[in-house]
């Protein structure tokens, strides 16, 4: 584990742990403010993610911004990181084993971080966080506590891509969030 960002970076510029290294053009290692509260953690790079070295720029990541500004969540204030740091191809589901390789990248940006809050986003960033018992539908919009953190796991963007109907939970469970935080800070 490093101690510093500048540490952490410098330890994946060239990270070769897993297959996902060789197709990928950019390390998309996260963004945002690295003492924030609230830490989302998505699944990995798509595309345009991959293209532009950051997280949560392509469609999916245009629908959460307008999550958050309708909730007042300014993107700037959160940190944003994925699973993986580097695209899987045709934007599959990460392997196990390539999980499991970047995982402790993720555990020291949780380190670093310290957030009072993670929004886990989907299925692969619920199950590779707090275990494969886990699952999306059933852990959907319900707080989570495990080692003085709050989870919340919803749905991931691209997912509401793909069914509207989820627009509304993840809508509420983004919500949801907001209020939590503002309880903490009154504390």
């Not at 403010?33 to 070295?53: F, H, R, S, T, Y």
């Not at 990460?94 to 995982?103: G, M, W, Y």
């Not at 509401?160 to 903490?184: A, G, P, Q, S, T």
Request: hydrophobic share 35%; with cysteine; net charge positive.
């Amino acid at each position: 584990m490093y101690n510093n960002w500048e540490e952490l970076e410098k330890s994946i510029i060239n990270c070769k742990k897993c297959k996902l290294c060789t197709g990928r053009n950019n390390i998309v290692f996260g963004e945002g403010n690295k003492e924030a509260d609230i830490m989302l953690i998505g699944e990995g790079p798509g595309a345009d993610e991959d293209k532009q070295g950051l997280p949560f720029v392509g469609k999916a990541g245009q629908l959460m911004n307008k999550a958050f500004q309708g909730l007042g969540i300014d993107r700037n204030k959160v940190y944003i990181a994925n699973v993986v740091k580097c695209r899987p191809p045709g934007n599959r589901v990460p392997e196990s084993d390539e999980a499991k390789e970047c995982l402790d990248y993720l555990r020291n940006q949780v380190i670093l971080v310290k957030p009072k809050i993670i929004v886990l986003l989907g299925s692969t960033a619920l199950k590779n966080i707090l275990g494969n018992e886990y699952g999306i539908t059933s852990s959907r919009g319900k707080w989570i506590e495990k080692n003085g953190i709050l989870y919340m796991p919803t749905w991931h963007p691209a997912a509401l891509l793909r069914d509207e109907n989820k627009k509304i939970e993840f809508w509420k469970d983004l919500k949801e969030v907001v209020e939590k935080y503002k309880e903490i800070e009154k504390r």
